[in-house]
Each structure stands twice: as C-alpha cells, then as structure tokens.
C-alpha cells in the first residue's frame, strides 16, 4: 500500500498553475488507463476553466480550495472548499471562480465482455 499527501500537492499544484500559461496543473494520484477508478489533484488559477469535455462515466469534484463552479448545459452548481459536486452525465465545463484545486474522482464506464 502506498501514501499520498494529498494537501502537498494541492500547495505545489496551485502554485505551478498561478505560473502557467494555461492557468492549470494537475497530478494523478490513483488509476490510469488500465484501472477503473481515477483520481487526480487538478488546480486552476482563478478565472482559468476546464472547456467542456464528456463525462466518460460516473465522477465527482471535491473542492481542497477555492471556489469553483461546475456548469452542463443551461444547469451550473459552485463549490466551495470541503463541498463535494457530483459531475451530471453529460458535456460539462469547470471554471476557477478564485485560485482553487478539487480532487476529481472518476470510475470509467466498462463495456461488458
């Protein structure tokens, strides 16, 4: 079993993404394309957004800082730190309304074999 210092990357993420161009950083902490289950540390500079992307399977959003706000279609929810956003089935966005960092939990669908 390993261990993953979840604030430390929160303080390091944010810090890369206030810096870069894009306004973002993010680290995997679990998963990859052979797992189910994935979740990573994304930051966003405030003002910087995730574009509207499809949501592969089932996710949710807990925001580790700042204010965010998940928005899909004419429907938006915001959060903030320690509040958790259940990500719609459908093409969604993330904006960074302050500095902010979430941690993204996602299990992809599989297809029945």
């Not at 949501?55 to 915001?78: I, K, S, Y």
């Amino acid at each position: 079993m390993t261990t993953d210092n979840v604030r430390e990357h929160t303080e390091q993420l944010l810090e890369a993404a206030r810096s870069a161009a894009s306004g973002r950083g993010a680290h995997l902490l679990y998963g990859g394309p052979e797992t189910t289950l994935s979740q990573t540390v994304i930051a966003l500079r405030s003002g910087a957004s995730l574009a509207e992307h499809q949501n592969p399977g089932e996710a949710t959003l807990l925001v580790l800082h700042g204010t965010v706000r998940l928005h899909a279609g004419d429907e938006a929810w915001e959060g903030s730190e320690g509040d958790l956003l259940v990500v719609p089935a459908q093409r969604h966005g993330l904006d960074a309304l302050t500095d902010a960092c979430v941690l993204l939990t996602a299990a992809k669908l599989r297809s029945a074999t």
